[in-house]
């Protein structure tokens, strides 16, 4: 395999990865997992400090396995049941004995969690203590990516000077740098390469049905899944492509904000964003009765397209990526209705052109109405992009879809700077 597409393998399999939760809360778990190994005892105290992003997307959802929200819980959960080498997958075995004791420790006034003025939009730092010892572990650039250790004062471990991690992971941020990229090389890259290269995205199939299974039969959030279902057996909507590819996605960001125990096929560092790459592809594979192999080089397209266009502004921020994860679904599904590659990148002018204005306020149930939201106006601007209609030269689209791309990452680099701060006031008032 050529270099330039073993590096875009690379890419996937450094941020299009399982995780066990929103993926947030999920890091100050796995922050917390490692402090009380670090510590080599049970935590008697914790302390949590985390970015303003991370904070702001840890307020709303809730922590697979224990039925509660927020920080604390997440962080206690983790440092009493988590797998220290579980990742993002941290929370994965944790029993109602792990959540009884969690609570118990938060209920003793022993857990606190709060923001930190930090330049990384994603950072945490906590701190365990237990007798007289007292462990710190740091996490930043990435929602595992552990920078620092320090026990009883003593540095153990620091990542900057770690010269043994010659191969170490980059920031998700910076996860393109230095490859030649771009739409045209995705494309190339997922329909060309042999199968048995991509073969694993097979999972992402196996993991978001099951996520949207979840939530079309059990009870998560809005239910916004299930309202599409109940509406369609009632004949207010129609049985469509449209349809269920909209409803099977919101089904999963129901069950995903909800708390499910299952995990979910991850883009960037997000669950929903990796629904969004997923689960309207899968539908249109299986409208369009696609082979197994021609629906996994689809899924490739969408989710290496969605984190090369994310790659141009930081990982966490006040933009929704569903709304730019969901213009890599439409290249992809273009691209499995038999549409060209130039249909393809019509499609991603079209959702991007509908799409820039959604902003995140935070990981909670709602997420799945803008899960939603992204999926809809991604079928339709495939719809649009097989007939040969394509926004451009309009707003932020440009003529050319790189430079669109390009366009939307400076906005959210350089025009929501302060759009963060005023969402965290309005949710902490």
């Not at 007939?387 to 440009?398: K, L, P, T």
């Amino acid at each position: 395999m050529k270099t330039q597409w073993q590096q875009y393998k690379n890419i996937i399999n450094t941020v299009v990865k399982p995780a066990f939760g929103c993926t947030e809360p999920i890091s100050a778990a796995y922050a917390s997992a490692v402090v009380a190994e670090l510590l080599g005892r049970a935590p008697e105290e914790l302390d949590v400090k985390v970015s303003d992003n991370l904070f702001k997307n840890s307020m709303g959802v809730f922590v697979p396995g224990t039925g509660r929200i927020g920080l604390p819980i997440a962080s206690a959960a983790g440092a009493i049941g988590g797998n220290p080498n579980g990742g993002l997958e941290v929370l994965v075995n944790i029993t109602p004995e792990h959540v009884e004791k969690a609570q118990q420790l938060i209920d003793a006034g022993k857990v606190t969690a709060g923001r930190k003025d930090v330049e990384e939009f994603i950072y945490c730092e906590v701190t365990a203590k237990a007798g007289d010892d007292v462990a710190i572990v740091e996490i930043s650039g990435g929602h595992t990516q552990v920078v620092k250790k320090t026990l009883n004062g003593k540095v153990v471990f620091d990542l900057s000077s770690d010269t043994s991690s010659a191969g170490k992971p980059k920031s998700t941020a910076s996860v393109c740098e230095g490859v030649d990229i771009s739409l045209k090389g995705i494309y190339d890259f997922a329909t060309q390469v042999e199968f048995e290269e991509i073969a694993f995205m097979v999972e992402a199939y196996n993991l978001t049905v099951a996520l949207s299974n979840e939530g079309l039969e059990n009870e998560y959030g809005l239910q916004i899944g299930r309202t599409f279902k109940k509406h369609i057996s009632s004949g207010l909507i129609g049985d469509s492509l449209a349809n269920r590819a909209i409803m099977r996605s919101a089904a999963a960001s129901d069950a995903r904000m909800g708390g499910a125990t299952l995990p979910a096929m991850s883009n960037y560092g997000s669950g929903n964003q990796g629904i969004c790459a997923s689960m309207p592809v899968i539908e249109f594979a299986s409208h369009y009765e696609a082979s197994e192999e021609t629906m996994t080089r689809a899924l490739i397209m969408s989710h290496l397209a969605a984190v090369y266009m994310k790659s141009f502004y930081p990982p966490l921020s006040p933009f929704c990526g569903c709304a730019v994860t969901s213009s890599a679904a439409a290249m992809a599904m273009t691209y499995l209705a038999g549409g060209t590659f130039e249909q393809s990148c019509m499609a991603v002018q079209n959702t991007l052109s509908d799409t820039t204005g959604m902003f995140c306020d935070g990981a909670k149930s709602t997420c799945a109405m803008k899960v939603k939201s992204s999926t809809s106006s991604a079928v339709m601007s495939t719809l649009m992009a097989l007939d040969y209609n394509e926004a451009r030269c309009q707003g932020i689209v440009a003529d050319d879809v790189e430079k669109t791309i390009r366009n939307v990452g400076k906005m959210v680099r350089e025009g929501m700077v302060n759009t963060d701060k005023v969402i965290i006031e309005i949710m902490s008032a």
